[in-house]
């Protein structure tokens, strides 16, 4: 069976197609627009990503100097420790050295020790 539209009739769904294509055009030139507004955002949020980041650096920069500032105390109290040592093997030394000799130490300057291998 052959339908026969009128001129009229196909002029109506030209119309209607033509407005549906017009509306969906809007449509999507609409969600385009909002999308760009959005962009406006984009370095507002890099920014803030950026201040977090320098913040963690800033605390672990306080951390580390606080590490670092406990390490310097831990080794200056070391060398304290090697000169205290030290002093003590000298005064050692310098006892043996005036008993064997029948003296007394206060005349005695060490000026250099070293170790002889044998």
Do not use: H, Y
């Amino acid at each position: 069976m052959i339908v026969l539209e009128t001129l009229g009739q196909k002029m109506a769904d030209a119309g209607l197609n033509s407005l549906v294509c017009i509306g969906v055009v809007f449509c999507v030139l609409i969600f385009i627009s909002l999308i760009i507004s959005l962009f406006q955002l984009i370095p507002k949020a890099e920014n803030a990503i950026a201040r977090k980041k320098e913040a963690k650096k800033k605390e672990k920069a306080i951390g580390s100097d606080a590490v670092d500032n406990a390490v310097s105390q831990l080794e200056a109290k070391e060398e304290e420790l090697v000169l205290e040592d030290e002093f003590e093997l000298v005064a050692v030394i310098s006892a043996a050295i005036a008993a064997s000799a029948g003296t007394s130490a206060d005349g005695f300057v060490v000026r250099s020790i070293r170790k002889i291998r044998r």
